[in-house]
T-cell receptor
Framework: AQRVTQPEKLLSVFKGAPVELKCNYS??????LFWYVQYSRQRLQLLLR??SRESIKGFTADLNKGETSFHLKKPFAQEEDSAMYYC?????????????FGQGTILTVHP | NAGVMQNPRHLVRRRGQEARLRCSPM?????VYWYRQLPEEGLKFMVY????????ESGMPKERFSAEFPKEGPSILRIQQVVRGDSAAYFC??????????????FGEGSRLTVL
């Protein structure tokens, strides 16, 4: 069975500080990893996916298969980054969006 | 495009009653997914449907829960004889037809069910 763990329920940083949201996964096959974000009063939306190797809103995430991690990082946090962040996993090659989500991390960026 | 529409946003039921949650996918999307979020937990996959077909219901409880996505109209998640443990936020998501798995699901705002 697959599992996604986000060890931090709450994370607080000050504006301009680096931020790292941790995500660890357990899966026997080849996973695809994603980060979803939910801003206040908005819907859950995709932030980035590991296969794209892209930076979105200054965030990056590297899949580390050795450590089974997919931590989300940003060098300089902004107040508008305050949101709930979910790490999610799916089976590589799955033709539909059956995702396993972590419990989520609430990020608060203080001015 | 109005996005994925769910209703009702809030639903209160007494134990033993039925709950019906509706979801209209984004225009042009023919794949619908239902997820459940219990308090203090992440979203958990329940069921994946295409028009008139249930593709994967591996996350659905075996009893009292059913889902459909008819040829016309919204997808419906139905919970019969609700119990307090059914209290949760139920999220619907959709994706376009024929899209390889990019993991991008478009979510609705959720329906919060409270069972008294």
């Amino acid at each position: 069975a697959q599992r996604v763990t986000q060890p931090e329920k709450l994370l607080s940083v000050f504006k301009g500080a680096p931020v790292e949201l941790k995500c660890n996964y357990s899966y026997s096959g080849s996973p695809e990893l994603f980060w979803y974000v939910q801003y206040s009063r908005q819907r859950l939306q995709l932030l980035l996916r590991h296969i794209s190797r892209e930076s979105i809103k200054g965030f990056t995430a590297d899949l580390n298969k050795g450590e089974t991690s997919f931590h989300l990082k940003k060098p300089f946090a902004q107040e508008e980054d305050s949101a709930m962040y979910y790490c999610a996993l799916s089976k590589m090659g799955t033709s539909y969006g059956k995702l396993t989500f972590g419990q989520g991390t609430i990020l608060t960026v203080h001015p | 495009n109005a996005g994925v529409m769910q209703n009702p946003r809030h639903l209160v039921r007494r134990r033993g009653q039925e709950a019906r949650l509706r979801c209209s996918p984004m225009k042009g999307h023919s794949h619908v997914y239902w997820y459940r979020q219990l308090p203090e937990e992440g979203l958990k996959f329940m069921v994946y449907l295409q028009k008139e077909n249930i593709i994967d219901e591996s996350g659905m409880p075996k009893e009292r829960f059913s889902a459909e996505f008819p040829k016309e109209g919204p997808s419906i998640l139905r919970i019969q004889q609700v119990v307090r443990g059914d209290s949760a936020a139920y999220f619907c998501a959709s994706s376009p037809q024929g899209q390889a798995n990019t993991g991008e699901l478009f979510f609705g705002e959720g329906s919060r069910l409270t069972v008294l």
